[in-house]
Nanobody, 123 residues
């Protein structure tokens, strides 16, 4: 059974950093498109970043240069390093895995989701 478990969220002040983790169970993190999404209260879920099986990374414009996606194959874990955090980064963050040929920024393309981890950035 495929399972994704996020951790690492919390409350930080603007300008601070957090690292989110997504531990993957039931398959190898290297064999799927792996992505991070977020959803703020009252807003639609939005794509943040994805990493292809070949290691290509892609980021939403709003986080480019501040967030970095990576994986640890030995730990079968996906990470999202977030720096220079802004209040507008406040949201529930979700990791997702998709069995697709080309990774996508559309949430509907992903097959598996974690339960989410809350990130709150204060001024």
């Amino acid at each position: 059974q495929v399972q994704l478990v996020e951790s690492g969220g919390g409350s930080v002040q603007a300008g601070g950093s957090l690292r989110l983790s997504c531990r993957v169970f039931g398959y190898s993190v290297s064999f799927y498109c792996m992505g991070w999404f977020r959803q703020a209260p009252g807003k639609q879920r939005e794509w943040v970043s994805y990493r292809t099986t070949q290691g290509t990374e892609n980021y939403a414009e709003s986080v480019k240069g501040r967030f970095t996606i990576s994986k640890d194959s030995a730990e079968n874990t996906l990470y999202l390093q977030m720096s220079s955090l802004k209040p507008e980064d406040t949201a529930m963050y979700y990791c997702a895995a998709g069995r697709m040929t080309y990774c996508s920024a559309h949430s509907s393309a992903y097959n598996y989701w974690g339960q989410g981890t809350q990130v709150t950035v204060s001024t």
